[in-house]
């Protein structure tokens, strides 16, 4: 059986969970192998031997850093070449979807972008994506090899199964023009004791309802030990950050939980939230059309809703 190469995504060799969920959808296709970028394998070997990875490919070479597309697209090229994969799987994102497509070109294979399911496929590898604002689901087969499909965070839920994970080296020369570009300087994160927006189990959002009052919502998704979100109404007016905002133009959150608070339900929000298990929504207005798609709406306001929700957690 032919190998799926995955994409690690890591910080520092401690693997996202999105890499579990990429290892466990190739399993479907053929023999899974990671493709790791960086020196801290060893960190990050138990995780990806725990999902599945018969092989990992090292590219440990600081002319890749794996932030910048084109030195990464060389680097799972010159994988490519030494596995002969039947697929790619990669974590959708920006530099990886650029990677993503130069590498098609390089290798000539398809391309899919933002999938939400991949399988094996007639003559191929069935890809499911969610297309404009997830109004449309498109359904195809790539059928040139090796199939590259960059796929969605939280589409699937992950699922051990033990191998190896032999570390296997890949020399990577970069060519000048990757080379060209250079990072000189990265913004800081915040640091935040809150899970990752992304894969959180529990998301509590707030909108234009909060009035750029974040309080409340903090402490119910704290009390949860949820991840805070927001719409973009609220991220534009400067009340949360653009890291937080759920939706098209922000990021897609699939949790077991999300809840909606003073968010009206525009279809640019609902494209990154809707594949959220349970969704509950807390909004005054009862024909606000976020409720169209709520398992449980509260019709209410958020400053009398939450403290009171809030307090009855902490006394569960
Ligand atoms: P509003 O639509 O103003 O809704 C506020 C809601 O709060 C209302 O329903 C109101 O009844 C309720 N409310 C008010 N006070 C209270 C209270 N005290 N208690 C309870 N409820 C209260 N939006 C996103 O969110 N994410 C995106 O990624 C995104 N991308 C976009 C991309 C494009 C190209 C475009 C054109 C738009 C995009 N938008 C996005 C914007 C989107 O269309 C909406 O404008 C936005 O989602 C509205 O945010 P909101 O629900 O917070 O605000």
């Given at each position: 059986?032919?190998?799926?190469?995955v994409?690690?995504?890591?910080?520092?060799?401690q693997v996202?969970?999105?890499?579990?969920?990429?290892l466990?959808?190739?399993r479907?296709?053929?023999?899974p192998?990671?493709?790791?970028?960086g020196?801290?394998v060893e960190?990050?070997?138990?995780?990806?031997?725990?999902f599945g990875?018969g092989k990992?490919y090292v590219?440990?070479?600081?002319?890749?850093t794996?932030t910048?597309?084109?030195?990464?697209?060389?680097?799972?090229?010159?994988?490519?070449?030494?596995a002969?994969?039947?697929a790619?799987?990669?974590?959708?994102?920006?530099?990886?979807?650029?990677?993503a497509?130069?590498l098609?070109?390089?290798?000539g294979?398809?391309?899919?972008?933002?999938?939400?399911n991949?399988?094996?496929?007639?003559?191929g590898?069935a890809?499911t994506?969610?297309?404009?604002?997830a109004?449309?689901?498109?359904?195809?087969?790539v059928?040139?090899?090796p199939a590259?499909v960059?796929v969605?965070?939280n589409?699937?839920?992950?699922?051990?199964?033990q191998a190896?994970a032999?570390v296997?080296?890949v020399d990577?020369?970069?060519?000048?023009?990757?080379k060209a570009?250079?990072i000189?300087?990265t913004?800081?994160k915040?640091?935040?004791?809150r899970?990752?927006?992304t894969e959180?189990?529990?998301?509590?959002?707030?909108g234009?309802?909060?009035?750029g009052?974040f309080?409340?919502?903090?402490?119910?998704?704290?009390?949860?030990?949820a991840a805070?979100?927001?719409?973009?109404a609220?991220?534009?007016?400067?009340?949360?950050?653009?890291?937080?905002?759920?939706g098209?133009?922000?990021?897609q959150?699939?949790?077991?939980?999300?809840?909606?608070?003073?968010?009206s339900?525009?279809?640019q929000?609902r494209a990154?939230?809707?594949?959220s298990?349970t969704?509950v929504a807390?909004?005054?207005?009862?024909?606000?059309?976020i409720?169209?798609?709520?398992?449980?709406g509260?019709?209410?306001?958020?400053?009398?809703v939450?403290?009171?929700?809030?307090?009855?957690?902490?006394?569960?």
């Open positions: 059986m032919a190998e799926v190469l994409l690690v995504d890591h910080i520092d060799g996202k969970k999105n890499t579990a969920e990429l466990t959808l190739a479907r296709i053929g023999e192998a990671a493709v790791f970028v020196s801290q960190a990050a070997r138990p995780r990806l031997a725990q990875a990992v590219v440990d070479n600081p002319d890749v794996g910048l597309a084109a030195p990464l697209a060389e680097a799972l090229a010159a994988v490519v070449e030494q002969s994969p039947a790619i799987l990669l974590p959708t994102g920006a530099i990886t979807k650029e990677a497509g130069r098609a070109v390089k290798t294979g398809g391309l899919v972008t933002d999938a939400t991949v399988d094996a496929g007639d003559g590898v890809t994506q969610s297309a404009f604002a109004n449309y689901t498109v359904e195809s087969v059928t040139r090899e590259i960059t969605k965070a589409t699937t839920p992950p699922q051990a199964s190896g032999t296997v080296p990577v020369t970069v060519s000048d023009v990757a570009a250079k000189t300087a913004e800081p915040a640091k935040s004791a899970p990752e927006l959180a189990q529990y998301v509590v959002s707030g234009r309802g909060t009035g009052d309080g409340p919502v903090e402490a119910f998704a704290d009390v949860l030990g805070v979100g927001a719409s973009r609220a991220v534009d007016a400067g009340w949360y950050p653009h890291s937080n905002q759920v098209q133009t922000g990021k959150v699939s949790p077991q939980l999300y809840v909606a608070c003073g968010i339900g525009a279809i929000h990154g939230m809707q594949t298990k969704i807390i909004n005054k207005d009862e024909e606000a059309p409720f169209e798609l709520v398992d449980f509260v019709v209410g306001d958020l400053f009398n939450l403290p009171q929700a809030t307090e009855a957690v902490k006394a569960a």
